[in-house]
């Protein structure tokens, strides 16, 4: 508010007399430019008040008496920073420190009322209340920021208690903010160890302290995240900290998937290069023993004969089976069921899941989910998965649960056992050529499941732990559904 330009002033007084005086006071005031109005009722007064109808009020304590602190009182609750000036001629000093605290501007007595004294009251208030303004829009400017960011923020004081969390911090951790009242930081961070680290770090001045870690979301489950506090230090407050948490499970998800994939197409190139090289050799030893095979030889001979003819093969099926594992499979893509293709994998290892008593538990939506998809081919990656998860369950006891779901983006099917689980340590080697903890197995199954299902551009995650078993969850995105019907439908128009 400027005084250069008119500052309009009403006095509630209901003396018509003190409200004429002290208007000609405020018209003597040097170089003022004022409108001054006059209000001779509580009530309206406080209508006045509560509208903002003026720049600044006098109100008159002795004409009103205890009415007027009881005004001050309620436009604190419509109108809290509009200027308000008492005027009285007695008050008591306890009267006085009550009005400030309710949120009067000043205290003027009506017998030393001079237009030096109103000026410098007038001019108090108002710039007492555009400071007030001026640090409220800015407070809103970057309140709007804090709750309106996507990213994940808290405040905390310095004993790592939360006293303060965004939007987006109760949407990520799935906490309301009451309930993040009283949490510290060590509530959220799965390690403890990294915890003590923190504080360590913090407490020993490190202005900004940056890090990933699991952490633990509300409903049991957790996140891979990454964190980012920095200490605030301010006067007269005391010093707190802020942190910024990311959550990277995605990022991530990518960099494993896209790291298995290097490793398969290089273990890929190095099984076509070894396959290329052995049959070469191996076609030369077929064909002399095709030869051999017209000899006129001995019961001794024939034996031997017939021992490298069927070793031969056998390295012939080796190499035909770590082909086909490593080729990227030619596929048929139709609308396919996919409760249909699940139904058929399960059908073919029904033996083994009656064998090994096996509970089975099938979940599908009521309605039918289709996918692009080749039919036999995925009905072989689903049914490699199936037979681990029924090799890795106890006799009796083994459960396996399969679920075909919906997510926003995509279709999702879930094939989850009770079984042994797998090390964090071998789930990175999973799906690698011949990686296998299986005492007779050859370590392709998984293999070429992956290579189908990556044809489908579907995703593959796995979670797993040791003595409690494993998921399989396999994506299927429906950006790439719609697209592909599209390019089919246009495909059989022409």
Not at 26 to 31: G, K
Not at 247 to 256: A, F, L, P, S, V
Not at 405 to 434: C, H, Q, T
């Amino acid at each position: 508010m400027v005084l250069n330009k008119c500052t309009k002033i009403l006095i509630i007084d209901k003396n018509e007399a003190d409200y004429l005086l002290v208007k000609q006071l405020i018209n003597e005031i040097p170089n003022g430019n004022f409108e001054v109005d006059w209000c001779n009722n509580q009530e309206n007064g406080l209508k006045f008040i509560c509208e903002f109808s003026h720049d600044l009020y006098f109100l008159d304590f002795f004409e009103f008496g205890l009415h007027s602190m009881e005004m001050i009182s309620n436009s604190k609750l419509c109108n809290p920073e509009a200027p308000k000036i008492i005027l009285s001629t007695v008050a008591s000093q306890e009267f006085i420190l009550k009005a400030l605290e309710l949120g009067a501007s000043d205290y003027l007595s009506k017998t030393n009322l001079t237009p030096d004294i109103l000026s410098r009251a007038i001019r108090y208030a108002i710039a007492r209340f555009s400071a007030n303004e001026a640090l409220r829009n800015s407070e809103q400017k970057y309140r709007a920021v804090f709750e309106q960011t996507k990213t994940a923020i808290f405040l905390m004081d310095e004993d790592f208690v939360i006293f303060e969390v965004n939007s987006a911090m109760e949407s990520l951790f799935r906490y309301s903010e009451l309930e993040f009242k009283g949490k510290s930081i060590s509530d959220l961070i799965a390690k403890k160890s990294q915890v003590e680290s923190i504080k360590k770090m913090l407490l020993g001045k490190i202005q900004i302290v940056k890090f990933k870690a699991d952490f633990n979301r509300n409903k049991l489950s957790s996140f891979a995240g990454e964190i980012c506090i920095v200490p605030i230090h301010q006067l007269g407050d005391g010093d707190y900290f802020q942190g910024i948490i990311h959550d990277i499970t995605k990022i991530k998800k990518d960099e494993r998937s896209l790291l298995m994939l290097e490793k398969m197409e290089a273990a890929n190139r190095l099984a076509r290069t070894l396959a290329h090289e052995i049959r070469n050799p191996l076609t030369n030893i077929n064909l002399s023993l095709d030869h051999l095979r017209y000899q006129n030889l001995e019961q001794a001979q024939q034996h031997f004969l017939d021992i490298i003819l069927r070793n031969s093969k056998r390295i012939n099926d080796i190499l035909s089976d770590l082909l086909a594992s490593s080729t990227p499979s030619k596929l048929t893509l139709i609308p396919n069921n996919l409760q249909d293709i699940v139904d058929e994998s399960l059908a073919i290892a029904l033996d083994r899941i009656m064998l090994k008593k096996i509970k089975l538990q099938v979940q599908y939506s009521d309605s039918p989910i289709e996918a692009l998809s080749d039919f036999d081919q995925l009905k072989i990656a689903f049914l490699n998965i199936i037979i681990n998860g029924i090799e890795a369950m106890e006799e009796n006891i083994g459960k396996m649960i399969i679920s075909i779901e919906e997510s926003p983006n995509a279709w999702l099917v879930k094939i989850s056992d009770n079984g042994s689980g797998i090390s964090k340590e071998n789930i990175s080697r999973l799906f690698e050529p011949y990686f296998t903890a299986k005492r007779n197995g050859m370590g392709l199954g998984l293999t070429s499941s992956l290579n189908i299902l990556k044809s489908h551009h579907a995703e593959v995650d796995v979670d797993s732990e040791v003595d409690k078993g494993t998921t399989f969850i396999v994506s299927f995105p429906k950006h790439h559904e719609t697209e592909n019907r599209l390019s089919n439908k246009f495909a059989n128009f022409e």
